[in-house]
């Protein structure tokens, strides 16, 4: 049983270099959301979906853009990076009629 | 707009004692509000809602609408509740919006 699976779990970019973070859940979730860890500010919105086929802008899309490919997955993707982005990445689903959230085990991005 | 305070970013106290994680939120609706849990090297992991008003592992959360505060406490504090804490609102849509964070010690 997966849950959600991020892939990948580190990774290191050199400023203006692009990257894929995928995201897959196996629960049959509906929403999916990407989320960004830093110290002292907690987890701040990227982007969600709440059911297959839509995406809206979260607290911090700037930089980045999604895909909802199917209702399993869910990519982030960073098209130029930026020191700024820096962080940890944590992909979670939900169902509609629970807001429990299951996350994923985050993927350590270093933008230098 | 909707906003999540976690007023402390660490809590240490010692084996046995009680504790008390402070949440204070804002929110023109009806709130529902979770406490989220990240121990060492794993992933966040809902603890518990206040919807269900359960106790899970000693931990239980009042919501006081009045003082617009969730708090989360546990009378005898043990050393595997070392780890991360987040409390979060749902705000629209199923999206949660996550305080700060609280990271809690807990000493032998």
Redesign the interface.
Known sequence: NAGVTQTPKFQVLKTGQSMTLQCAQDMNHN?M?W?RQDP??????IY?S?SEGTT?K?EVPNGYNVSRLNKREFSLRLESAAPSQTSVY?C?S?T?HN???T????TRLTVV | AQR?T?PE?LLSVFKGAPVELKCNYSYSGSP?L?W?VQYSRQ????LL?HISRESIKGFTADLNKGETSFHLKKPFAQEEDSAMY?CAL?SG?????????TRLTINP
């Open positions: 929403s959301y989320y002292g500010m907690g987890l701040r919105l969600y709440a809206d979260g944590f979670a939900s509609r807001y429990g959230y996350f994923g085990s985050g | 999540v976690q970013k529902e979770f989220y992933r966040l992991q809902l809602r987040y749902r849509a199923q999206k949660l919006v996550f305080g700060q964070g």
